[in-house]
């Protein structure tokens, strides 16, 4: 990767937010680092230096054994310890920038402890509090650098996490280095506070990470935040679309206009929905999709602190001294100094390589490096004792440095990161914890021996991740680097024997390969945008795109059957459906005056509203009207009142800046909605853009493509898709409506579609099954969809866009008098064909089922 490559596209403000949070990863170097060169001054030991007093209170040193000094220098790990594993749920909670300035809190005030300390016990509880700081930082700074930083470059700058904490180790070095006599070495402890200090203002001026405002339903805000950080020529579209189905829509148009009076329970159900979608430590350990993560990111935490990186960092002026006597310290700032570089050589190679490489270069190099260094220790070889030093430090910077902190934000998704980062950081602290109180004695008794060990574990840990730990680099999220089929928040379906049972596999069910599979999402892993006859299929995953509708392709079937005259419809009740992660979708019951069936509207977003269900109705009380469905905003318990009248005053609400609803398009003549514009401030028309009206899916009933797995159609693979689709405010930002008709097997019922199945296996296609049944091909009727998109307030001229293969669904969803306007079509390519057979439904029935499509039924899409 070139320098321009990855440096392309940044801002000033991003170079600051990232120098400013990464001070966090810094004072955790520094700290880690602070007791090194001045370990004899402070205990003492140095014969020129009496234990005179340094100040009215201090004394120049305190005498301490080898026991205390461990217990000062472990209480800094203990530390780390309680602030990773709170640090998570503090920032699920509060934030990153929040936990983050709560942060400097301890890195302000735990060096004036150490720094002012008269005694052990004093020292130690300065260590501590440092320590706290430390373990919190490294949990969330680099969450939130991967959460700030370009898709492209988020290798780069998440090795910036472990450059940073070199810097600190080398500050703390050089401070070591001329600070080491007298009482001065309290200069070097109370340097850590003006970082702290310096990183509290600095946090001042930073924003929240635009991916966690999108988890708390602010969408809006998170890409006007991640405009400051990316520029405003930047293009933000594609990279907003990664947050998905985890960045909720704000709370909708009608609750910030309505519910003035009463904002308190539905402003706060947002939030509330995303820390129930939250997992906790033990429910990761607990999720099928999460626990393989869990394991493999505490392996990859354990193997950077058991490769023996601290044992030259928090001893190696000791380690050294016996090999080049009084330039030991000189050697120890070398070192250093030559991880920082390395590390900032080598961050570029995190992208460039894959994370995976690089961590099992790392281990080679360092496995290599231990042999070395043990045998120069067990020799008297000072020339090869340094050089095997020098590699295995250089080997440290070039993967385990900085990639187990990237991999702990990019194995798992965004509910489990938090409680990941806790799990992960945990285990690299106690790992820390036991390395630095057992490694002087390992070396007092075995000497260059106990790096033979170091060695073992280095070629143990890389056995592990080459067969355990997937490739993370170019995958834009957990489900494509586990190489699963990616959920839709609000639709978990694990493995369990009910829902395996429901939503199993759709794919050959009688494949014996695949029998025990875990069911796949029932959302397809991407969309890709349509194709129209003569155009070929992308095999890559992009935002979905529309395309102008076209209804002039002829075909040799049937126009679909149009009504006369509209049915009359009438929406009974609507649900509200909540998800487990925070979706929500709004389930319509219809009836009508043509069948007896109930039709079925399944909503996406707050906008769309039934106008039958708000309608009064005789005799009804508040609590009727709340039953069935017609209220404003959300439920609660003790609410009184469904505020459906104020629907009706929108317009007179006073309000600095009221927004834009449905309403506000609504021709009061007629009740249908009003040509394609909007009004701005002045009142002056402005054109709709068609990404920005609401998407539709006509969706006719399949129990065997949606309930029994079948492989025969992509019936169910559609439905999942559209679901999916609507559920997400960046792709669908006006919302959406699957309206889901009746209609088994197009329009024959379902025992006569499994008579075709059966002509079908005696060599007939879909098409001519039914002809052979006396069926139409075809016998669906729309004007049961073109009523219920009118009373969903989605006629009229500002049009929808369609989401369909089928041409003729397009010229009869539009109703014998225009009601509705399809202004654009939206296709959808089979997820097989997509993937190139990695994922989708895969079948002979299928292909066949999808060639007759284009073939006879003149579907737009093309044929591989």
């Known amino acids: ?76 790990t203990l530390g780390g310890l309680l602030g990773a594993l709170s640090a998570g749920p503090v920032a699920s909670r509060y934030g990153r920038l929040r936990t983050m300035q709560l942060t400097t809190i301890f890195f302000t005030i735990g060096p004036v402890f150490e720094a002012l300390s008269p005694s052990i016990a004093v020292m130690a509880f300065g260590r501590l509090l440092s320590g706290v700081g ?14 700030i930083s370009p898709p492209a470059q988020r290798g780069f700058f998440g090795a910036f996490t472990q450059i940073m904490c070199n810097v600190g180790i080398l500050i703390a070095q050089i401070l070591g280095y001329f600070l080491s006599h007298d009482s001065a070495w309290r200069l070097i402890l109370a340097a850590g506070g003006l970082i702290g200090i310096a990183q509290a203002l600095g946090l001042l001026l930073s924003v929240e990470s635009p991916k966690y405002i999108a988890q708390q339903g602010n969408v809006s805000l998170a890409k006007k935040t991640l405009r400051k950080i990316r520029g405003e020529s930047a293009d933000i579209d594609s990279e907003a679309s990664e947050w998905g189905a985890a960045g909720a829509e704000d709370i909708n148009e009608e609750e910030q206009t309505l519910l003035t009076n009463e904002d308190g329970p539905a402003q706060a159900t947002a939030k509330q929905s995303d820390q129930e979608g939250k997992l906790s430590i033990l429910q990761v350990f607990r999720h099928p999709d999460y626990k393989s993560a869990a394991i493999a990111v505490i392996m990859v935490m354990l193997a950077q602190q058991f490769s023996g990186i601290n044992s030259i960092v928090m001893y190696g002026v000791s380690l050294l001294a016996g090999l080049l006597e009084s330039n030991s310290a000189l050697l120890n700032l070398a070192v250093s100094a030559l991880n920082i570089v390395v590390t900032a050589g080598g961050a570029p190679l995190v992208d460039k390589l894959g994370r995976k490489t690089c961590l099992l270069n790392s281990l080679a190099g360092m496995g290599i490096s231990s042999l070395l260094l043990a045998i120069g220790i067990i020799k008297s070889i000072p020339v090869l004792s340094a050089v095997a030093v020098l590699l295995f430090v250089a080997s440290f910077g070039l993967g385990l440095g900085p990639v187990p902190f990237i991999l702990a934000s990019e194995l798992v998704g965004s509910d489990a990161a938090d409680a990941t980062q806790s799990i992960a950081l945990a285990a690299n602290w106690i790992a820390t914890f036991i390395v630095a109180q057992f490694f002087p004695l390992a070396s007092a008794k075995l000497h260059g021996k106990v790096y033979f060990i170091f060695a073992a574990l280095s070629a143990f840990f890389f056995a592990f991740i080459s067969w355990y730990v997937p490739e993370t680099k170019g995958k834009k999220n957990a489900d494509e680097v586990w190489g699963r089929e990616r959920r839709l928040d609000g639709f978990d379906f694990s493995n369990s024997d009910e829902e395996l049972g429901k939503h199993a596999i759709r794919n050959n069910a009688v494949n014996s390969a695949h029998r025990h599979d875990p069911p796949p999402s029932i959302i397809s892993p991407a969309f890709t945008p349509p194709a129209t006859p003569g155009t070929s299929t992308p095999s890559h995953p992009r935002p979905p795109r529309s395309i102008p509708v076209d209804t002039s392709a002829s075909t040799n079937t049937p126009r679909p059957e149009l009504l006369e005259k509209l049915p009359q419809v009438d929406c009974e009740v609507r649900a509200r459906i909540p998800t487990t992660t925070g979706h929500e979708m709004w389930l319509h019951v219809y009836r009508n005056s043509v069948d007896t069936k109930e039709h079925l509207a399944i909503v996406f977003g707050g906008q769309i509203r039934s106008r039958s269900l708000d309608a009064e109705r005789p005799g009804e009380t508040e609590l009727d009207r709340m039953t069935r469905g017609a209220y404003v905003g959300r439920l609660y318990p003790g609410r009184t009142s469904s505020r459906v009248e104020q629907l009706k005053r929108a317009e007179g609400i006073p309000s600095k800046r009221k927004p834009e609803t449905l309403s506000d398009h609504v021709d009061k003549s007629n009740g249908h909605l009003s040509p394609s514009s909007a009004s701005s401030e002045n009142g002056d028309a402005q054109p709709i853009s068609p990404s920005d009206l609401p998407l539709v899916r006509i969706h006719s009933e399949c129990y065997t493509g949606e309930t029994v797995w079948s492989a025969r159609c992509d019936c169910g693979e559609q439905l999942d898709e559209a679901a999916r689709l609507m559920a997400d405010p960046i792709l669908s930002p006006s919302g959406g409506a699957i309206i889901y008709l009746r209609q088994e097997g197009r329009g024959i019922g379902l025992g006569e579609k499994l008579k075709a199945y059966n002509l079908q296996d005696l060599g007939n296609d879909t098409y001519e099954a039914n002809i052979l049944l006396r069926h139409p091909a075809d016998a669906r009727s729309y004007g049961l969809a073109t009523a219920m998109l009118m009373d969903l307030g989605l006629g009229g001229d500002r049009g929808i866009r369609l989401l369909t293969n089928n041409p003729d669904k397009v010229h009869a969803v539009e109703g014998p008098g225009r009601e509705v306007v399809v202004r654009e079509r939206v296709a959808m390519v089979p997820i097989a064909w997509k993937t190139g057979g990695e994922k989708g439904i895969k079948s002979e029935e299928v292909e066949k089922y999808l060639s007759t499509k284009i073939e006879k039924f003149k579907h737009m899409l093309d044929q591989k």
């Open 1 to 76: 990767m070139s320098p321009r490559s990855w440096t392309s596209g940044l801002t000033g403000y991003f170079v600051y937010i990232l120098l400013v949070a990464t001070l966090g990863p810094l004072l955790f170097g520094f700290h880690l680092g602070e007791l090194n060169a001045p370990e004899d001054i402070i205990r003492c030991k140095v014969k020129a230096y009496k234990p005179a007093t340094a100040g009215p209170n201090l004394p120049q040193c305190i005498e301490m054994t080898p026991t205390e000094w461990g217990v000062v220098g472990s209480m800094y």
């Open 134 to 147: 430390a373990g919190a930082a490294v949990v969330i700074v680099p969450l939130y650098i991967s959460e």
